[in-house]
């Protein structure tokens, strides 16, 4: 029971760490700007494109943009 305890213990604390992390403050920004582009070209065509072509869609046509303007805001 105890070791369990402490399992559960380390669990938290690693996706504390994790939450807290610019790498992983960095992934969230990206998911939601790709979540958005799926919901907004889903509307338009009528039905749901998946994550999948969103994703490739926001890589290819979206996302060097999104990245430069983010360093600008970041100051970096």
Same mark, same amino acid.
Do not use: C, Q
């Given at each position: 029971?105890?070791?369990?305890?402490r399992n559960i213990a380390? &669990?938290r604390?690693?996706?504390e760490?994790?939450?807290?992390?610019?790498?992983?403050?960095a =992934?969230?920004a @990206?998911?939601? @700007?790709?979540l958005?582009?799926? *919901?907004? &070209?889903? &509307?338009?065509?009528g039905h749901?494109i +998946? =994550?999948? $072509?969103?994703?490739?869609? *926001?890589? $290819?046509?979206? $996302?060097? $943009? *999104? *990245?430069?303007?983010r360093r600008?805001?970041? +100051?970096?």
């Amino acid at each position: 029971m105890l070791k369990m305890k402490r399992n559960i213990a380390r &669990e938290r604390n690693a996706r504390e760490l994790l939450r807290g992390s610019t790498l992983y403050a960095a =992934f969230s920004a @990206e998911r939601d @700007e790709i979540l958005k582009l799926k *919901w907004v &070209e889903s &509307e338009k065509v009528g039905h749901d494109i +998946g =994550f999948d $072509r969103a994703l490739l869609d *926001w890589v $290819r046509n979206h $996302r060097d $943009r *999104w *990245w430069a303007s983010r360093r600008k805001v970041l +100051g970096k």
